[in-house]
Structure formats: structure tokens, C-alpha cells
């Protein structure tokens, strides 16, 4: 994997790439974009995270890619996405998880070169070698609580997968759920998901979904929570497998919430590693070191790289990372750490509370390693 950095100066925003690129195989690009802040308004930065963007894909190595996903991360969800522009051609997610660099916005975005993409009443689905990718992003309702509003969105996402001859429990790769509140609407998220979950035969003895819940604020303020999901078809049931890492975590259903800790997706050419969001915890299910940031990031990049390993992969590997913090003064410390451990892997350091209030720091990632198995298909 290739990553480096490209700044456009004159524009005030700079692109953190991770390059997957094969000869002859489809291409895969994480960015994070991320723009420099000059005391302006939204509308200011906006602009110049879109020429961003357009700058990007004309770039010569990434130049003829689609862009598959785009999650912006922002200051002011409810003011700012109304200025947006509507886009049709990938899946977006807006969330109010504010970039802690000083600026009001930020993006992350997923682009492939080599298959076929196209949006599929609101699903993006790029398909290449018989495999189907089914990314659908900002789900979210506006009436009831945080359990109803999740049984819903749980509901209408499995109709949706029904149209694609597939399932929650045998398709679905990795899912996320922004709550609005976290400390306080987390625990009806929770227990509606694990109540969806056990009707669609995912339970304890089955498995679980890679997910990250955490918290973050829908631009609509009647929306507790906020849904984002990846669904794969045309795979054989053992390319998929499932990350514990024993000695450093436990499962997360002897503490009452449902998803696994990792899942890995085996191609005949490559291997996806989608971590759910990790943070300092034992394998009792005890949070170490609290109170102390410092501590708490290094244990979590234990459990992390537990994980990869266990996964076939390593830090090498990541293709993008996203860091949630509770406490926005910590930022300076974690960024420092951070920029010494992963210099050139994109990364972006939001605003949002993790589901226990003596959580600090939680984390997410991607990896993607090069893989030589002749009994899958190429991705």
C-alpha cells in the first residue's frame, strides 16, 4: 500500500491518500481531506473542501476512479448540511462529530477504479467479478426513541437487502451507529438492536456485525440515531470470518451489546480487515486506566494491533483511521501521538463521546493487504 500526502496550498486543504493499486486489478483509495482553518464561515470551507475534491480526482494516479462513499464530519450538522449540495453518485453520511484540528469540516472518502458503480434506489452498489458492494449511508427517523427509531431503521434496511436477494445476517459486513447523546440514548440502541438481531438469527452462538456505536449528532434534531451499513453478495460463506483477540478482549455480549470485534473478508487478490471501533478494555470487560488519555490511547492501539494480527495484517496495512475523543482538551496530546505512531496513515480526530463515560479515546479502521488465494476470486 502506498500512502503520501498531497496539499494544495493555494487552496488551503490537504489530501491524506492510501493507495491500494495492484497492476491489472481494481484500485482502492481512502482519503481523508482535510481543510485549513482561516477564521471564515462554513460556507468559506465548504468551498474549498469541494475544489478539494475535484482536485483529487484529477489527479493523474487516482483520475478515472468513482467515488464510492463520502462521510463528512462536521461542526454544526444542523445549520451546515442544508447548504450542502445533493449528490447522487455515492453514498453520503453527514454526522456532527467535529473535526478537532480547528476546522468546521472534514471528509472521508472511499473510491475504486475498475468497477461498475451505480446508485440503485439509494444503495451504491459497485460490482466487478461477481461480487456486489452495497454501501447505504444516513439512515435515520424523526419520530419515537432511540429503540424505536433503531428497530425501524434495522427494519427498513433488511427490506432494502431484500432487494438484492439478500440477507442482515449472511450479508451484512459492517455497520455504524451515530446516537445522539450517547451516555443517555445509547442503552435503547442497544437493546432494540440486540432485540432485531435475535429475529434475524444473529445471537451469541451465531455472530454478530462489525460496528461502531458512538456518539454523534444527525443533522435532523429529532434523529437519535443515524445508520450507515456495507452489505457484500456473490461471496462464499468462508471468506468471511470474525476477530476476538481472546487474550485482550472479550465477547462483547457478556456485557450486553452485539457486533464483533473485527471482520475479515478473503478475495483471491486482497483482504479487507474492518475493525469496529476499540478502545482500553481488557478481555473481563474492564476499561483501563481511567482518567489517563495517554494510557488509555496505548492500550487501545494494543487491542488494534492484536486484532490485524489476528486478521493476517498490521498497522502496515491500515488504509484509514478515526479517532473519537470525549474530551476536545486531550486533542493535542492524542494528535502528537498519533502523528509520531501513524505519520502518513489518513486520519481524522473527532468530537464524540464513546458509549462509557469512562471511555476517553475509542477507534476504527481499515486495512487492506495484498493476498494470493486461489480459491476465492479476485475482489
Known amino acids: 500500500m502506498n500512502k503520501y500526502k498531497v496539499s494544495w496550498k493555494d487552496l488551503g486543504v490537504e489530501a491524506e491518500i492510501a493507495a491500494f493499486t495492484p497492476q491489472n486489478k481494481v484500485e482502492e483509495y481512502h482519503v481523508l481531506l482535510h481543510v485549513e482553518s482561516k477564521d471564515e464561515l462554513f460556507e468559506g470551507q465548504l468551498k474549498r473542501i469541494y475544489e478539494g475534491e475535484e482536485r483529487l480526482l484529477q489527479l493523474p494516479q487516482i483520475s478515472g476512479a468513482n467515488t464510492i462513499l463520502k462521510r463528512y464530519f462536521l461542526s454544526d450538522a444542523t445549520n451546515q448540511q442544508p447548504l450542502m449540495r445533493q449528490e447522487q453518485d455515492c453514498s453520503i453520511s453527514v454526522i456532527q462529530q467535529p473535526p478537532l484540528d480547528g476546522s468546521k ?64 445476517a449472511d450479508n451484512c459486513i459492517r455497520t455504524w451507529f451515530f446516537v445522539r447523546d450517547v451516555d443517555t440514548q445509547y442503552e435503547g440502541m442497544v437493546k432494540a438492536r440486540k432485540a432485531n438481531f435475535a429475529e434475524q438469527g444473529l445471537t451469541e452462538r451465531t455472530h454478530y456485525i462489525s460496528s461502531t456505536g458512538i456518539g454523534g449528532l444527525p443533522a435532523d434534531t429529532r434523529a437519535l440515531v443515524q445508520m450507515g451499513t456495507y452489505a457484500l453478495t456473490g461471496f462464499e460463506p468462508k471468506q468471511q470470518r470474525y476477530l476476538y483477540a ?47 488519555i495517554v494510557k488509555q490511547t496505548e492500550r487501545m492501539w494494543e487491542n488494534v494491533g492484536v486484532l490485524l494480527e489476528e486478521g493476517g495484517t498490521s498497522f502496515d496495512n491500515v488504509a484509514q483511521i478515526i479517532v473519537y475523543l470525549r474530551d476536545l482538551c486531550d486533542y493535542s496530546t492524542v494528535k502528537a501521538m498519533f502523528d509520531k505512531k501513524f505519520p502518513d496513515t489518513p486520519k481524522i480526530i473527532t468530537l464524540a463521546p464513546v458509549c462509557r463515560p469512562t471511555w476517553l479515546i475509542e477507534m476504527e479502521c481499515i486495512a487492506v493487504k495484498e493476498r494470493r488465494n486461489a480459491a476465492y476470486r479476485d475482489f
Do not use: C
Open 105 to 168: 469540516i472534514a471528509v472521508w472518502m472511499y473510491l475504486q477504479k475498475g468497477t461498475k458503480v451505480a446508485n440503485i434506489n439509494g444503495v451504491i452498489v459497485a460490482e466487478h467479478n461477481g461480487y456486489r458492494h452495497l454501501w447505504k449511508m444516513g439512515m435515520h427517523e424523526h419520530k419515537g426513541d432511540s429503540a424505536w427509531q433503531t428497530e425501524s431503521l434495522l427494519i427498513s434496511y433488511e427490506e432494502t437487502l431484500q432487494n438484492f436477494h439478500a440477507t442482515l
Open 246 to 292: 481472546p487474550t485482550h478482549l472479550d465477547p462483547t455480549y457478556e456485557y450486553g451489546v452485539t457486533f464483533e470485534r473485527g471482520t475479515v473478508m478473503e478475495y483471491g487478490d486482497r483482504a479487507h480487515v474492518f475493525l469496529s471501533g476499540t478502545a482500553s478494555i481488557n478481555n473481563k470487560g474492564e476499561v483501563l486506566h481511567i482518567g489517563n
